[in-house]
């Protein structure tokens, strides 16, 4: 899990892609390093601009851009 991760200094990236349940989805979210949302994504009620807005989502990346976001960050974050 989150500890085991954490523990390896493996990065959380967390990706907030529609459709997405309802229902805690956003906590575990945002226990994420980096946080990713597709324009478009609602989580909890709220959208994925109000979520950046609120500081709960760290960039709006469209599902097109979301490969080379992902291998960026990991290449940025991964322990050397």
Not at 18 to 36: T, Y
Request: proline share 8%.
């Amino acid at each position: 899990g989150r500890a085991a991760l954490y523990g390896a200094s493996v990065p959380l990236i967390a990706v907030l892609a529609p459709p997405l349940p309802e229902g805690g989805l956003l906590s575990l979210a945002v226990s994420a390093d980096v946080v990713l949302a597709e324009p478009g994504a609602s989580a909890e009620g709220a959208t994925a601009d109000a979520l950046l807005d609120a500081g709960l989502v760290d960039r709006l990346v469209t599902r097109r851009e979301l490969k080379a976001e992902v291998s960026a960050l990991l290449a940025l974050l991964a322990p050397a």
